[in-house]
Each structure stands twice: as structure tokens, then as C-alpha cells.
């Protein structure tokens, strides 16, 4: 059976997705193992420190730039856009990268329909 995201909530339940791609320059950084080693843990530790999902998304091929995609999901508007903003404050802080771009999403289960199986 077919139904919308969210349904299953009942009346008046929202789910809020955010998501946060992050365009990231990689120091001294010579071959794409090398590019491994900073990117792995970065991600991991935005795994381990924050209620999100993360992983390595886009510049696969390129071994000094990287693409982050982290994704959080709540009740909570506000929740959402704060573990994100969290999480980007911890990146951009990190000394072996520099922060080029950050573009972020905010969905509600009310948006569009999106259909689920």
C-alpha cells in the first residue's frame, strides 16, 4: 500500500528533514588516499558527536576537494536547523580544511507530497 510520508503521524504530526552539503578545500592533501585519511574522520566524528546522518558525497575524484552531505531529521524545525548549524561550526573549525561553501535544505512532511511504499 502506498501513503504519504507523514500520514502515519496522524493529524497535526510533522517530520522535518534538514540537510546540509558542505564544498570543502583540503590542505596538504597529495593523492586520494592521502584525501582519505582527513575526510574518514571527519566524518565519523560528525557521526559520533551529533544526532545526524553523514558521508562523502560529491569530488570523489579529486583529491583536494570534498563534498559533505550531512541530513538530520525531527519534529522540530528549530532542532533541525540548529544541529546543523552545530555541525557546520564544527567543520568549518576544523585546521585541515578550509570551508568553501555550505547550501542547506529544510523540508516538512506537509511540503509536497512525497510518497513512500
Do not use: N, Q
Not at 32 to 56: D, G, H, N, Q
Not at 67 to 93: I, N, S
Amino acid at each position: 500500500m502506498i501513503k504519504p510520508v507523514g500520514a502515519e503521524a496522524g493529524a497535526g504530526g510533522r517530520m522535518f528533514t534538514g540537510t546540509l552539503s558542505l564544498d570543502l578545500l583540503l590542505g596538504d592533501v597529495h593523492s586520494l588516499k592521502e584525501k582519505r585519511t582527513v575526510v574518514r574522520p571527519i566524518v565519523a566524528e560528525l557521526r559520533r558527536r551529533f544526532p545526524v546522518s553523514a558521508a562523502e558525497v560529491g569530488a570523489l575524484d579529486l583529491y583536494r576537494r570534498a563534498e559533505v552531505g550531512v541530513a538530520v531529521v525531527g519534529a522540530d524545525a528549530r532542532h533541525c536547523r540548529d544541529v546543523l548549524d552545530t555541525a557546520e561550526r564544527f567543520v568549518a573549525a576544523r585546521p585541515e580544511v578550509d570551508l568553501l561553501a555550505a547550501r542547506r535544505g529544510l523540508h516538512s512532511s506537509t511540503d509536497d507530497p512525497v510518497w513512500s511504499v
